[in-house]
């Protein structure tokens, strides 16, 4: 039989409280369900019952997003649940790193701060190397966390411009479909930059910026036979990079600047037998001490839960396949 106890947390503040019972109590019951314990709240307290070494584990838990809630967190189930794994996982003090994340504030006075804690290692790792692979699946925030790492290095000085590129289709047959001149037909495809800088810029700063010259959206093939210095450099979508665009961009920053290169191996949409620039990138770079290679997963997916079951049926099917492809051979 195994040992039972009973803790309690003092919580006088009712508004703290409510935000974390959730509506309808939903939170509670996510952490009463992952640790099998009874939680209660009575009298300015909270009430913890079960097992020893789980109701220390949601004790844990719950001071952790009590921190969360007192820090203007939004908590909601996607939050407990990260919380409740990374405790699970024994992680449950490095989360208290991610308060101290702070990035820099949108113009809508929202905060920027790392939402997991391997979105933590990703902005760590911009800030100490100058160059930076985030690889991972869609949802992570690698577009948005780089962007706001290059606003906040503007504003302090660090870089004299912002340069966001990404690859767009071949440019041939299928731009041409398109109505407008050039700019027209790849825009479509840099929409993501433009969304990322008007919510953390505000619409009229970032076109006085881009007016003036600092800040830059172009495709890929606009990089080619230029020395960028003093700038930060993000490349979005590089798994749609061939070997000759992924030299070719690494081969272009000079003196001062940063280089933040971001893509999702998993979905390439380059002409069948072309291989994706990232992915021979990372092969050959990644005994390179000063670049950096960060690595997110479905756990850092900061988008709707169920995001995050898409993305492991997508990974569990597709290593079924390559399984049955090896024992076919």
Not at 221 to 247: H, S, V, W
Request: hydrophobic share 40%; charged share 25%.
């Amino acid at each position: 039989m195994t040992d039972q106890t009973m803790r309690k947390i003092a919580l006088n503040d009712f508004s703290a409280l409510h935000l974390l019972f959730g509506n309808l109590d939903e939170n509670i019951k996510i952490i009463e369900q992952s640790f099998n314990v009874l939680i209660a709240a009575r009298d300015g307290e909270i009430i913890v019952q079960g097992d020893t070494q789980n109701v220390s584990l949601a004790i844990d838990a719950i001071e952790i997003i009590i921190q969360n809630i007192k820090s203007g967190e939004i908590i909601d189930r996607q939050r407990v649940n990260y919380i409740v794994q990374s405790v699970h996982g024994g992680e449950g003090q490095k989360l208290e790193d991610l308060n101290k994340s702070f990035i820099c504030v949108t113009a809508r006075g929202k905060y920027i701060k790392p939402k997991t804690l391997g979105q933590n290692q990703y902005i760590k790792s911009i800030q100490a190397k100058d160059v930076v692979f985030g690889i991972g699946p869609a949802g992570t925030g690698k577009t948005y966390l780089a962007v706001a790492m290059a606003v906040r290095a503007f504003k302090n000085n660090e870089i004299n411009r912002i340069i966001l590129t990404r690859p767009a289709v071949e440019a041939g047959e299928s731009l041409g479909f398109l109505p407008g001149d050039l700019q027209m037909k790849v825009d479509p495809y840099l929409r993501p930059l433009y969304d990322a800088l008007y919510d953390i810029l505000g619409a009229d700063t970032y076109n006085s910026f881009k007016e003036r010259g600092l800040i830059e959206i172009a495709p890929l093939a606009y990089m080619r036979g230029r020395t960028l210095d003093n700038a930060f450099i993000i490349l979005d979508e590089a798994q749609n990079t061939t070997r000759e665009q992924m030299k070719m961009f690494l081969t272009r920053f000079g003196f001062g600047s940063k280089v933040i290169v971001n893509g999702d191996i998993t979905q390439i949409d380059l002409p069948s037998g072309k291989k994706s620039g990232l992915v021979h990138a990372i092969e050959v770079l990644k005994n390179v001490e000063e670049i950096g290679m960060v690595k997110l997963t479905e756990r850092d997916v900061v988008r709707h839960e169920l995001v995050k079951k898409i993305i492991l049926s997508y990974d569990r099917y597709e290593k079924k396949i390559e399984v049955h492809k090896n024992e076919k051979k």
